[in-house]
């Protein structure tokens, strides 16, 4: 009923009832003559009174049928939304391809979809009878029941995890497992819900990354960041329990001799070999890593004494030195070792390094094929070699180079016919350095290349001079380097040079021993075959001593060579240095090649060279080497009178 309308009638009735009593009051007062007023105006208003009552009783009824028929319709559709949502779950469960399972409190089955028996290989019957726990990795499982405890004790409200599992047929599969614990109106846990996902590709494609980033991927051994992960944990461990370990640095002797003769890939399958023999070599608690190219570290644990050390790197020098068949050939190689051992040779890894890395550069120094432990005394040559490399850097910008130059003389006229330019540094400090050891220095420190460019812009220079001063037929040799040929440019660089001093090409001889052209022989030759095109003259220096063969002479039809000194030396006091001379002259004259005979020192050698047919000689018989003023005056003297020549203007 409208409001308004309920509060008029409920208005009248009260007004009605108000006159009722005042027309009671009233007849009361004056008497009886309104008496029938007065019952008219109590009937009146006890009518209305009742009306109301009745209305008002009436209004009771009819809004709590209306709410009866609500409450009818509100559980209708609470129990519609009911079957919805069981509906919907029934869908999920049924249809996801993530696996969902109902388990009691003690981790048996209650219910499993289709997507985690398929999983875990079972059927969905047989894992009814089963226990969630025994499918878990012993590794995951104890973790597991601790946080099951927990949801329980409502210390957390889900537990996630990463975990293995078994399947059915042995195999272990990753999985991610989020766990949720069911709970009745008591609050009284009833049952877990877990969904489980399969991540085990991408688990594999993380191990695989994480190999990479710690494995060597040619040989599968450990790479530098794993090794110094390891070492810190065996320095860790060799602190707490007084512990002593070794480290074995070791370098493959020339092993880049053997990739530039039968190729990279060949080379790649002999490193596999040789880290297959240091892994037999080692125990399962030592790690064998390796750093890039050659260098393989050899780290040893529970180092008790150095006799033990010793012995291994003994094993290894025998281990690699056995026979490597590789395409139908058979490779010996041999291996350099350096040794430092915790707590002797250092407290950190960086210093245990180091001195293993400097104990290795004294096994090279040794002869190679041999292992040396570190000593103090190898610290102090090496800060003393820093040093000497330091001012060696600083040689070319402070002017300290010079050249020397010693003459060759034809046997036959006794002409002087060409020099050969001789590098000297100037230096108070380091005056007795000999030119050998200036130039291995600069091999080390990659120093050679602008240092040997000075030497060949310096020499042509000076040959110009000579030639513009009337010894026009004079030649000047200059010594090359490894690493000259290594660059793309030398050939080209030459060139211009000698077309910069107008200088004809057969006036330069480019001398490279033996050993030189044996480090890289494809790439030395050809660049040799490109200089001997532009008419520049070929000289083998130190011949006999290396390994250059008959069939390169003639393939590279070189011009002259220079028989050793260490034969000339003896040729008159040793058989077989002078059957060797002899031998060596013979058939490069047989060749057309022209000999010369480097480090003559007396007339006995002389009389000897003279007499077998050596076509020229070089050395002290006919002079020191002599700075550039001085090799003039030399020039424009007769052999004979060499010796008036003021030995101050000889250099040493």
Same mark, same amino acid.
């Given at each position: 009923m409208n409001k308004t309308l309920l509060a008029v009638i409920v208005g009248v009735t009260i007004g009605l009832a108000i006159m009722g009593v005042f027309a009671f009051v009233y007849s009361f007062l004056i008497g009886s003559l309104f008496s029938q007023t007065l019952e008219f105006s109590i009937s009146l208003a006890a009518s209305f009174i009742f009306l109301i009552c009745i209305f008002v009783l009436l209004q009771q009824v009819s809004s709590k049928k209306k709410k009866l028929l609500s409450l009818d319709s509100s559980v209708h559709d609470v129990h519609i939304k009911l079957q919805e949502q069981q509906h919907l779950f029934e869908t999920i469960f049924n249809t996801t391809g993530i696996g969902i399972a109902l388990l009691n409190l003690d981790g048996h089955f209650l219910r499993i979809n289709a997507s985690l028996a398929e999983l875990l290989g079972y059927s969905q019957e047989d894992m009814l009878a089963m226990n969630y726990y025994y499918l878990i990795h012993p590794n995951d499982l104890n973790h597991l029941q601790v946080n099951i405890q927990q949801l329980i004790d409502k210390q957390i409200k889900t537990y996630y995890s990463e975990q293995q599992c078994f399947r059915k047929n042995g195999e272990i599969v990753w999985v991610t497992s989020t766990l949720s614990l069911m709970r009745d109106e008591k609050d009284k846990p009833i049952y877990f819900i877990v969904q489980v996902q399969n991540i085990t590709q991408q688990k594999q494609a993380e191990e695989r990354l994480h190999h990479m980033a710690y494995h060597d991927p040619l040989t599968g051994l450990a790479n530098r960041n794993k090794l110094e992960q390891f070492i810190n944990h065996v320095l860790a461990t060799s602190r707490r329990h007084q512990y002593g370990f070794a480290l074995l640095f070791l370098d493959l002797d020339r092993f880049k001799n053997i990739n530039d003769t039968i190729g990279h890939e060949a080379g790649d399958l002999i490193l596999q070999i040789i880290a297959e023999r240091l892994r037999s070599t080692v125990r399962g608690t030592d790690m064998v890593a390796r750093l890039g190219g050659d260098e393989f570290v050899l780290v040893i644990t529970d180092v008790k004494k150095t006799e033990g050390v010793a012995l291994i790197a003994q094993n290894v020098l025998e281990n690699v030195l056995q026979v490597i068949t590789v395409q139908g050939q058979e490779i010996y190689l041999t291996t350099s070792i350096g040794i430092s051992i915790y707590p002797y040779d250092g407290h950190n890894i960086q210093t245990l390094m180091k001195n293993a890395d400097l104990a290795l550069y004294r096994s090279k120094e040794h002869g190679r094929n041999n292992y040396q432990f570190y000593t103090a005394g190898m610290t102090n040559k090496a800060q003393e070699k820093m040093a000497l490399q330091n001012a060696l850097g600083h040689a070319l910008v402070k002017n300290e180079f010079t050249l020397a130059y010693q003459p060759? =003389?034809? =046997?036959?006229?006794?002409?002087?016919?060409? !020099?050969? *330019?001789?590098?000297?540094?100037?230096?108070?400090? &380091?005056? $007795?350095? $000999?030119?050998?050891?200036? !130039?291995?220095? *600069?091999?080390?420190?990659g120093l050679i290349v602008p240092v040997s460019n000075w030497v060949m812009k310096t020499a042509c220079q000076q040959l110009k001079v000579w030639h513009d001063a009337g010894w026009s037929s004079l030649t000047i040799a200059i010594n090359c380097s490894s690493r000259q040929f290594k660059q793309s440019t030398f050939v080209d660089d030459i060139l +211009?040079?000698? @077309?910069? =001093?107008?200088?004809?090409?057969?006036?330069?001889?480019?001398?490279?021993?033996?050993?030189?052209i044996m480090q890289e022989p494809e790439n030395t030759l050809r660049v040799l075959y490109a200089l001997k095109d532009l008419g520049v003259q070929i000289v083998i220096d130190d011949f006999g001593t290396g390994y250059w063969s008959l069939n390169?002479?003639?393939?590279?039809? !070189? +011009?002259?060579?220079?028989? +050793?000194? @260490?034969f000339i030396k003896q040729v008159t006091l040793d058989e077989t240095s002078a059957t060797i001379t002899k031998a060596i002259i013979a058939m490069?004259?047989?060749?057309?090649?022209? @000999?010369? *005979?480097?480090?003559?020192? $007396?007339?006995?050698? &002389?009389?000897?060279? *003279? &007499?077998?047919?050596c076509a020229e000689i070089q050395g002290y018989y006919l002079t020191q080497p002599l700075a550039d003023s001085a090799m003039t005056k030399f020039l424009q003297h007769p052999i004979p009178d060499a010796e008036v020549i003021s030995k101050t203007e000889v250099t040493s």
């Open positions: 060759k =003389m034809e =046997m036959k006229t006794r002409r002087i016919t060409g !020099v050969e *330019a001789l590098l000297r540094w100037k230096n108070k400090e &380091y005056n $007795t350095i $000999t030119p050998d050891e200036i !130039v291995a220095l *600069a091999e080390e420190t +211009d040079l000698i @077309s910069r =001093m107008s200088l004809s090409p057969p006036s330069i001889e480019i001398e490279i021993t033996e050993s030189v390169n002479l003639r393939r590279l039809s !070189v +011009d002259k060579i220079k028989i +050793d000194k @260490s490069v004259n047989k060749l057309g090649i022209i @000999s010369i *005979a480097e480090g003559v020192e $007396t007339h006995e050698q &002389y009389q000897f060279l *003279a &007499y077998e047919g």
